[in-house]
């Protein structure tokens, strides 16, 4: 079955850095979402990117269907970015329900 | 725009015990979900339901039951409590299944003593 993986699982960064966080799948898929979860919150969808660029600001999504990812860019972190970023696709196999990976855990510092 | 609401926030439990959480959207939506995030573990689909009365079991299900009574809301039951459990039961919804958007509520804090 389909497999999603997030890296890095952590990242600690000083604020004003960037980061390149990447969500890699096994197979083909219809769908991808970032998400974003504040500690000790809720989720917010960031992007519904199913393939290509999308900007929002300091973020920016690229999915690239043929490599089997996605990547979540943070240009001029902040400390307030810090939380739990998390990847969910929809298998092209089951379009029934979103499949999720373990997330990347962002801290970054003043 | 519209809300998730989850009751309640926090809930401590005791081993055996049938405990009942429930979720309330504004949305209109069709489809509502019930996840539980585990540290290390990511989220897991426990039920979703895509209309009301309709019931679908995820990679999770037992140990749970679900009720879908309207459209608006969705519960969830724990069945029996397991001892030292502690974990963070979310509610989504969105407009259909698969790769719309799901908007979540804010959790509820389980903790089974």
């Known amino acids: 079955g389909q497999q999603v993986q997030q890296s890095p699982a952590s990242l600690v960064l000083q604020e004003g850095e960037n980061a390149e966080l990447q969500c890699n799948f096994s197979t083909s898929l219809n769908s991808m979402q970032w998400f974003y979860q504040r500690p000790g919150g809720s989720l917010v969808s960031l992007f519904y990117?199913?393939?290509?660029?999308k900007h929002s600001g300091r973020l920016t999504s690229t999915t690239v269907i043929k490599e089997r990812r996605s990547s979540l860019h943070i240009s001029s972190s902040q400390t307030t970015d810090s939380g739990t970023y998390l990847c969910?696709?929809?298998?092209?196999?089951?379009?029934?329900?979103?499949?999720w990976g373990l997330g990347t855990s962002l801290v970054v510092n003043p | 725009g519209g809300i998730i609401t989850q009751t309640p926030k926090f809930l401590i439990g005791q081993e055996g015990q049938k405990l009942t959480l429930k979720c309330q959207q504004n949305f209109n939506h069709d489809t509502m979900y019930w996840y539980r995030q585990d540290s290390g573990k990511g989220l897991r689909l426990i039920y979703y339901s895509i209309t009301e009365n309709d019931l679908q079991k995820g990679d999770l299900s037992e140990g749970y039951d679900a009720s879908r009574e309207k459209k608006s809301s969705f519960s969830l039951t724990v069945t029996s409590a397991q001892k030292n459990e502690m974990a963070v039961f979310l509610c989504?919804?969105?407009?259909?299944?698969?790769?719309?958007?799901?908007?979540f509520g804010p959790g509820t804090r389980l903790l089974v003593l």
């Open positions: 990117n199913p393939s290509g660029t």
């Open positions: 989504a919804s969105s407009i259909g299944t698969g790769g719309d958007t799901q908007y």
């Open positions: 969910a696709l929809e298998d092209v196999g089951d379009n029934s329900k979103l499949i």
